[in-house]
């Protein structure tokens, strides 16, 4: 690559890594500068700030979730951060997962995209077997779109189900009322280990002060109903009641220093070693609109200790890298796109980025390969699907394909998958996209997820609702057709940027490319702390 190029891409890289990060300093102010005021008018922290004050400094905080709910809820006003902050951190030396309602988004009102993230944090908590801290501010579900959260399987009452579920697996929970828990909510703290409640300020009850009122006709004030000296001393519900939320956040720490050590899944590592070449050249690799070849080799020599990665079958389905390589000291195997145009020994050119007959064969072997040696697998997306054509059909790329998915599927070792450019079609699935169960999804800014690229879905669309307009007997003239084309397309391209991607969860986070190290070893150590592998079973092979 010239200098020029790099130097191309990594301008383009960065604007967009910029973009990203204005976006997100807005995320971060949550329901704004006036609702913090309020805040600290009552002596209370922002969720940040509670979780800052919690973690250890000297540890990684790994925050998911971040751009939940971006861009969405327009007419009820926003929804940053889906009125939750949430991550993996460290406390008192313990990696935990950490869930705080914002109560200056909506008074920490449910969203639907709330009771999806809360899921998700409960999700990787018992996936990975880590302690979960709640940090409750909540006014309970969003009355307005009750119906999008409350009911069904996968909403609300599907948290209580996972507090009891965990209790049951043997995961800490610890729960630190700072404001509001209300209605169901309220079952959420007392199904945990443990309860600490904010003086003045946490309020623990099935109803508030008005609609008991309502319901009954009693008068009594919220404290006296539900606050921290009712629930320590008199229903015994709460453990611990605190006058400060620092004196709260600082007993969390002292039950979290006192936590046995679990089993571990024995993944291996070693010493960790920097890369040899430099991971701030990431920002230079992928080409501008990701539209030309680059090495996908590049990448990974980037992201790996001593820049080593020893591929499997490096002369077979070379659109596919697979091999072994170590991630701060972590043994990983590799699974990438590769997006050089490629020869194979027939003499058969294959297009970089796409999957063929040889490299679906290949990948599904070395999936199966490191569950066979227990060995966290690693995917690198940038796939724009599988190769068709009737030389590829003939050819049973079906029946390849569906040998890799099978493999992805029924892994039993740890998945971790970063979308680097393209995330398309059946692609998607096959390189362990979010309906394979990564453990940890994330996406560059440079990512790109959609069933097909944005040109050839437009003019599918355009020509399906031309032909419809022509059924009609409308006149359809070029230049409307063009129009309708611009029109659709770009409607699509807006719902396969990574934004839209991480509002709705479809990965965990946006990352600096240079962060993506970090991000797979703090997946990785979360990992190990499952010890519990289930066997390795495929079901019927498609050969």
């Known amino acids: 690559m010239t200098d020029m190029a790099f130097n191309r891409n990594e301008d383009w890289m960065k604007l967009m890594l910029s973009q990203v990060e204005q976006h997100f300093e807005k995320i971060k102010l949550g329901g704004g500068k006036k609702s913090i005021e309020k805040q600290r008018e009552r002596n209370k922290l922002t969720a940040r700030e509670r979780i800052d004050y919690l973690c250890d400094k000297d540890k990684p905080f790994v925050e998911i979730g971040g751009f939940a709910g971006f861009d969405m809820y327009e007419a009820e006003g926003g929804c940053p951060s889906a009125g939750t902050v949430a991550g993996i951190g460290y406390v008192s030396g313990r990696q935990a997962v950490i869930v705080a309602n914002d109560q200056t988004v909506k008074a920490g009102a449910w969203f639907p995209i709330t009771g999806k993230k809360n899921l998700r944090m409960q999700e990787i908590a018992m996936e990975n077997k880590l302690p979960i801290i709640y940090l409750v501010d909540s006014a309970g579900v969003f009355l307005p779109m009750q119906d999008e959260i409350f009911p069904d399987k996968e909403h609300f009452g599907r948290i209580f189900r996972n507090n009891a579920r965990m209790s049951a697996m043997g995961i800490t929970q610890i729960a630190a009322v700072m404001g509001a828990c209300v209605a169901g909510g309220a079952y959420l703290p007392i199904m945990s280990d443990e309860t600490l409640m904010v003086e003045g300020n946490g309020s623990i009850f099935l109803a508030g002060a008005y609609l008991v009122k309502a319901a009954i006709g009693e008068d009594i004030d919220n404290e006296t109903l539900g606050g921290a000296v009712t629930h320590t001393e008199i229903s015994g519900i709460a453990d611990y009641k605190f006058k400060t939320e620092q004196d709260c956040l600082d007993h969390i720490k002292k039950i979290m220093n006192k936590l046995g050590a679990s089993g571990n899944a024995g993944f291996d590592r070693i010493q960790p070693v920097a890369p ?266 498609q050969v």
């Not at 669309?461 to 129009?483: F, H, N, P, R, T």
């Not at 991607?501 to 703090?522: H, M, N, Q, S, Y």
């Open 276 to 541: 040899k070449k430099d991971p701030k050249e990431l920002y230079g690799i992928i080409p501008e609109g990701n539209l030309k070849p680059y090495d996908m080799l590049d990448i990974i020599e980037r992201m790996v200790d001593n820049s080593e990665f020893d591929q499997f079958k490096q002369d077979y389905g070379k659109t596919i890298l697979c091999g072994y390589a170590r991630i701060e000291g972590w043994a990983v195997g590799i699974v990438a796109n590769q997006r050089l145009i490629c020869k194979n020994k027939k003499g058969e050119m294959q297009i970089g980025g796409v999957i063929y007959n040889d490299s679906a064969d290949k990948a599904a072997r070395f999936i199966l390969n490191c569950n066979q040696k227990k060995i966290p697998l690693v995917f690198l997306q940038d796939v724009t699907g599988f190769m068709v054509g009737s030389r590829s059909e003939h050819s049973g790329i079906i029946k390849d394909g569906a040998k890799l998915v099978n493999a992805v599927a029924n892994s039993i070792v740890p998945k971790i998958t970063i979308i680097v450019g393209n995330s398309y079609g059946a692609g998607n699935y096959a390189m362990c996209g979010k309906a394979y169960d990564p453990r940890f999804i994330y996406a560059w800014p440079s990512a790109k997820i959609a069933v097909m690229g944005g040109d050839q879905a437009a003019k599918t669309l355009a020509q399906i609702q031309v032909a419809s307009m022509k059924a009609q007997g409308k006149e359809v003239d070029k230049e409307q057709e063009q129009a309708l084309l611009k029109e659709i397309k770009g409607r699509y391209e807006r719902q396969t940027t990574p934004y839209y991607a991480a509002a709705r969860l479809w990965v965990d986070g946006i990352i600096d490319p240079t962060e993506t190290r970090k991000v797979i070893a703090e997946g990785l150590h979360a990992a190990n702390h499952n010890p519990d592998l289930d066997i390795l079973r495929t079901g019927v092979f």
